[in-house]
């Protein structure tokens, strides 16, 4: 076997791996008072052991004026969206301290939700990893769902799943 091959064959393996491990997702779009809401959620439920340990439904909310956009947030506003988002996903969900269900985005409101275990240590993680940050206008609620029923909920809206659109 010739060096290009193993590294061909390496290559093969690592993207296999990745592939496997890759969290598996959703984005749909429904309406809502008229306006166009896009989900981005995982497309099965957790192990038993995993909703166990999550039990804590956490929604943090951004209220936005997306007047302009028909109800989308407004591209500035977005990329903090992002950049919210990918702070917690680096370091809360890297943690184990958080576990992303769904997030929505549309009719005004941007939610990025997620099952956590335990409140205290979630919010000192999330005040840690956004303490260089700018302050958001963002609003949180817990509220204990140890079934998993809010996410079942949402997910119910996109039956038929292999026809949605997968995530990027």
Not at 49 to 74: C, E, Q
């Amino acid at each position: 076997m010739g060096l290009i091959t193993i590294i061909r064959a390496a290559l093969l393996v690592g993207a296999m791996i990745m592939s496997d491990s890759e969290e598996k997702g959703i984005i749909g779009e429904v309406q809502e008072d008229g306006s166009s809401v896009i989900f981005k959620l995982v497309d099965e439920l957790p192990d038993e052991s995993i909703r166990a340990n999550y039990s804590w439904l956490t929604v943090i909310a951004w209220k936005y004026d997306g007047s302009d956009r028909n109800g989308m947030p407004p591209k500035k506003t977005n990329e903090r969206m992002v950049a919210l988002e990918h702070t917690i996903e680096e370091s809360l969900e890297s943690e184990g301290l958080c576990r992303h269900a769904y997030s929505r985005t549309g009719n005004n409101l941007k939610e990025l939700v997620y099952y956590i275990a335990d409140r205290d240590k979630f919010m000192a993680g999330f005040n840690s990893a956004l303490a260089d940050h700018p302050r958001y206008p963002i609003e949180i609620n817990f509220y204990k769902d140890p079934e998993w029923e809010d996410f079942r909920k949402i997910q119910s809206q996109f039956p038929g799943n292999s026809e949605a659109m997968p995530p990027n």
